[in-house]
Nanobody, 113 residues
Framework: VQLQASGGGLVQPGGSLRLSCKASGINFAINTMDWYRQAPGKQRELVGSISSGGNANYVDSVKGRFTISRDNARRTMYLQMNSLKPEDTAVYYC????????WGRGTLVTVSS
């Protein structure tokens, strides 16, 4: 299983970023996929998930600002982040549960002026 997140960077408050997660080694189309994040000095938290059918759910702190989507043909999941806040600063990871939780390499998002 390989999961590679990309698309992070430095953005000003109120700005937007789109993260991507490319998966290999799994039957991507049938699996629920997750986005997690870990802010400095804090525990990793679930940001949201998307089912195989495309239904997404989110942690309250990002509802209305973040959107998870997926392209099964490209084996890729996306996280569109709008109205970013400094508290969204974190390393973002994608993951999948296949008996156990598999993590990919994260991508750093820094929201700062």
């Amino acid at each position: 299983v390989q999961l590679q997140a990309s698309g992070g960077g430095l953005v000003q408050p109120g700005g937007s970023l789109r993260l991507s997660c490319k998966a290999s080694g799994i039957n991507f189309a049938i699996n629920t996929m997750d986005w997690y994040r870990q802010a400095p000095g804090k525990q990793r938290e679930l940001v949201g998930s998307i089912s195989s059918g495309g239904n997404a759910n989110y942690v309250d702190s990002v509802k209305g600002r973040f959107t998870i989507s997926r392209d099964n043909a490209r084996r890729t999941m996306y996280l569109q982040m709008n109205s970013l806040k400094p508290e969204d600063t974190a390393v973002y990871y994608c993951s999948v549960t296949l008996g156990r939780l598999f993590w990919g390499r994260g991508t750093l998002v820094t929201v700062s002026s």
